[in-house]
């Protein structure tokens, strides 16, 4: 399978900044979308942002203007820069992706899809 491991969360102020960063290994063939979620206590999971692997990106409103989204399709890492941090920020970030990984078979390897999400990193900003 494909795993996706997240980074950079933390502490932050209101108004400061964080990058998180979430890298994916396996035998990966194809990453297609990438992208960024969220889950505050007591709430649904959330969309962040996302970003095709031709760059195309989507963000939610809550986000727009102080969120960028972006990747480095070479390391299959997706990355989001959030500013200006709000306290309604805080949440536990995950990374998700989908594609194709190559499946190791005896004869002949199977190219299978995957969608895949990491275990979250906290995001915590105080007012």
């Known amino acids: 399978q494909v795993q996706l491991v997240e980074s950079g969360g933390g502490l932050a102020q209101a108004g400061g900044s964080l990058k998180l960063s979430c890298a994916a290994s396996g035998n990966i063939v194809t990453m297609n979308t990438m992208g960024w979620f969220r889950q505050a206590p007591g709430n649904q999971r959330e969309l962040v942002a996302t970003?095709?692997?031709?760059?195309?990106?989507n963000y939610a409103d809550s986000v727009k203007g102080r969120c960028t989204i972006s990747r480095d399709n070479a390391k299959n890492t997706v990355y989001v820069q959030m500013n200006n941090l709000k306290p309604e920020d805080t949440a536990v970030y995950y990374c998700?992706?989908?594609?194709?990984?190559?499946?190791?078979?005896?004869?002949?390897?199977?190219?299978?899809?995957?969608?895949?999400w990491g275990r979250g990193t906290q995001v915590t900003v105080s007012s």
């Open positions: 998700n992706a989908d594609g194709t990984f190559r499946k190791i078979r005896a004869i002949v390897d199977d190219i299978v899809p995957f969608l895949s």
């Open positions: 970003i095709t692997r031709d760059g195309t990106t």
